[in-house]
Structure formats: structure tokens, C-alpha cells
């Protein structure tokens, strides 16, 4: 599949072995301090060759580390270029860029159409803002959704770092300890290029955050937004912001984004008026699979009950056939593969149809449900354990994932 791929940030990989790289170079300066004083040369002065060594020592082991560490802190963001991703069950590959972002690591999705194309923004654990897929066909969209296991309407939470993160400030500091205190502050130079690899190091100040209930900003002026209100959004140029306004062009939100790339701040525009459209019900509302599929679940019934009664229904399937059955095959198969869908609705089908359709339909199944972001051994009880303990492992893996859903916010 062909996409236009902007990472919030290098690989993981490369981002270490940039910091690896920024290490080497420091050992390399300071072994050739070492060894010019342990090895001096025959016949030269020893004031003279400690005159150049300290020199060379000075703006070798020290100067020359230093700026080339403070690159970590004022380095440009990636660009967004054309690529090949690689889509398989619960993970997504971009071998141009290196980065592999799974299913079980997305914090928050969002997707929006913008100039004809389908925009989906991913924020991945670790990567400290989100990496923005723009697709050509819907098609294209659902397949990317499917593989990380995102619902049609986003999940999760999406955050927009809009101000430098403060690292620079620790690599300020790291660069001026070392000149004022020579060699014993080496170790900060040593550490902190792997604390940038780390891009969630360091806290920024102005940041919006797109969350299940409402936009988020956090910043000199902190707001709480519902999606309904956000009628459009301004962007400026001198000094760079965004502004969201409501249906009578009031500001609701003033966010400064002085670190944040101009067609960065297009993409989270589009982002933030389709969730207002969306909220407003000015989108064709997506159907749940599950109202076609009528009633699975009597109310008041538990868990246990209610796999019984699947179970039940999944044999007169499989011996009787579609029409003898309360479920309808096809709309099963949409619920297991919708990531819409609640995580117990997509187990409970997945169930039903392992019932009905034995090994015939286990990797089918299986692949469906590699983007749940839940134990895989718990999902495997769901799946085909007794109703006794497969209601357990749903309960166990509800209660994991809520736990998951707070931990992000």
C-alpha cells in the first residue's frame, strides 16, 4: 500500500544510534587527550605539548561533543515523504523509514479527510507525538484502521506537543557544567543523547490533546473543549498558533505552536473540524455491525450466561445451517473484524464462529483479533476455553484494558 508517511519522530533504532554515534565521538576526543599525555613525543617541550594538549583536549573532548549533542535538541523533525507500508495482523511497517508501529503501542488514532485524501493520525508509546498516514482511497484507510486495531471513529487519546520540549535546556546545562568542570561532568554527555532517545523526556508547554470526550489544551491558557463546539480553526504565520473558534467566530482556544512545522498545523486543523463536524452529526454516522446482528446479549445477563447461550447458538449453526440460527455468519465476521467494535463483542464473535466453523475459520479469527490490545493468552481463554473461564478472562482482560485507557490519560 502506497502513502504519504510524516513521522513525529526517527525510528526508535536510529534515534539510539544517533545517541550511540554522539558517545563515540566523545571517547574518541578524549582517548586522544589520554594518549597524548601518556605517550608524549621525544625531544618536545613539556609546557608546549601541555599547552596544545589541553588545547586540543578543550575543544575536542568538550566543545565539538557538545554541539554535536545539542543537535539532539535542535535537530529538524523528519519530513514527510512517499512509501511502501507493509500491513499484516496487529502492526504496521514502513521499511523506508524503519519505524514498525504495533497495534498493542498506539495510545490514540484519529482520521479526517483532507483535499480528496484520508488522513489518519497514530500516536505510538514512546514517540512522543503522532505520526500522520494520508491514503488515497477509503479502502485504504479501513486496511490501515484494521491492522493497528483503530475503531472508525479514532480511539484513545492523540497529543500535539506545540512548543519545544525542554531537553534543549538539560543540553545547555550539560555543555556549560562541562566547560566550568572539566572531566568530572563527562557523564552528563555521556547520558543524556540516550534520554533524548527518548522523546517523551522533558515536558513541553503548550500541548492539545484530542481525548474521547473533548479537545484538551494544557499551556499559559488551559481550556476544555467539546468536539461540538469547534465550528473552524485559524492558523498563524507570525508568531505561529492555532486558533479554534465556534459557530459565531468566537476564539475558544489561542494555542502557541512556535515549534511546530506549518503543514504539521494543517493536518491537526483538518483533525480537529471533521471531529467537530463528526460530534455535530454532520458525517454519515458509521452502523454498528452489532445492530444488524440483533440482540447477543439479554440484559441483566453475565458473562457467563451469555458465552453459554453463544455456544449454544454456534452448534445450531454449525448443524443446521445460516437460516436456522439467530446469527447471520457474514455480520459475525464484521463484528470480529471491526475495530469499532467493543473488545467483548469482537471476542464473543470471534467465539461464535471458532463454534461453528472449527479450524476452518482459526486463522481468520486469529488474525481478526491481533489488534486487541489485550493478554493474548487471556484473549486464547476468551476464545476456546469452558464458559466458566472464558468469562473470567473476559472480566480480566475489560479490566486490563480500562486500566490501559486511564494510564494513557
Known amino acids: 500500500m502506497r502513502a504519504h508517511f510524516t513521522p513525529w519522530t526517527r525510528a526508535r533504532r536510529k534515534r539510539i544510534a544517533l545517541a550511540v554515534a554522539a558517545n563515540a565521538v566523545t571517547l574518541a576526543f578524549v582517548a586522544a587527550l589520554v594518549a597524548g599525555f601518556a605517550l608524549p613525543e621525544p625531544g618536545r617541550s613539556a609546557d608546549n605539548l601541555f599547552v596544545v594538549l589541553m588545547t586540543v583536549g578543550f575543544m575536542g573532548a568538550y566543545l565539538a561533543p557538545a554541539l554535536f549533542h545539542l543537535l539532539f535538541a535542535f535537530g529538524p523533525r523528519p ?15 514502513v521499511p523506508a523509514t524503519g519505524h514498525t508501529i504495533l497495534a498493542k503501542d498506539v495510545l490514540g488514532a484519529t482520521s479526517a479527510l483532507i483535499d480528496g485524501r484520508y488522513l489518519l493520525h497514530v500516536e505510538e508509546r ?15 484507510l479501513v486496511a490501515l484502521r484494521g491492522a493497528l486495531g483503530v475503531g472508525h471513529d479514532g480511539d484513545g487519546a492523540v497529543e500535539w506537543p506545540l512548543s519545544r520540549d525542554q531537553t534543549w535546556i538539560f543540553a545547555v546545562v550539560s555543555a556549560a557544567s562541562t566547560f566550568m568542570c572539566s572531566g568530572m561532568t563527562l557523564p552528563l554527555l555521556f547520558a543524556w543523547p540516550f534520554l533524548r532517545a527518548k522523546p517523551r523526556f522533558g515536558r513541553t508547554r503548550d500541548v492539545l490533546t484530542m481525548l474521547p470526550a473533548g479537545i484538551q489544551v494544557r ?54 473540524e471533521v471531529a467537530g463536524r463528526r460530534a455535530r452529526g454532520e458525517h454519515a454516522q458509521h452502523a454498528s455491525a452489532l445492530e444488524r446482528l440483533g440482540a447477543i446479549r439479554r440484559a441483566g445477563q453475565g458473562a457467563r450466561e451469555w458465552l453459554a447461550r453463544l455456544d449454544a447458538s454456534s452448534h445450531l449453526l454449525a448443524r443446521d445451517g445460516y437460516r436456522a440460527a439467530p446469527l447471520d455468519v457474514e455480520d459475525l465476521w464484521r463484528v470480529a473484524e471491526d475495530p469499532s467494535e467493543s473488545f467483548e463483542d ?16 482459526r486463522v481468520r479469527v486469529d488474525d481478526s483479533l491481533k489488534n486487541v490490545r489485550a ?15 472464558a468469562a473470567i478472562a473476559f472480566e480480566e482482560a475489560a479490566a486490563e484494558l480500562e486500566k490501559a485507557q486511564k494510564m494513557r490519560r
Open 346 to 361: 469482537r471476542l464473543a464473535a470471534g467465539r461464535f464462529l471458532l463454534r461453528a466453523q472449527g479450524d476452518a475459520a
Open 375 to 389: 493478554d493474548p493468552k487471556r484473549v486464547r481463554v476468551a476464545l476456546e476455553a469452558s464458559p466458566d473461564e
Open 126 to 140: 514512546h514517540a512522543g507525538g503522532p505520526h500522520a498516514f494520508v491514503v488515497d482511497t477509503e479502502e485504504d
Open 219 to 272: 499551556g499559559a491558557h488551559p481550556a476544555q473543549i467539546p468536539y461540538a463546539a469547534v465550528h473552524s480553526t485559524t492558523i498563524f504565520e507570525s508568531p505561529r498558533a492555532i486558533q479554534l473558534r465556534d459557530a459565531n467566530g468566537a476564539t475558544l482556544a489561542h494555542v502557541p505552536a512556535p515549534a511546530t512545522r506549518h503543514q504539521d498545523l494543517v493536518l491537526l486543523a483538518a483533525q480537529l
Open 79 to 93: 519530513k514527510g515523504r512517499d512509501v511502501e507500508l507493509e500491513l499484516t495482523p496487529g502492526a504496521v511497517r
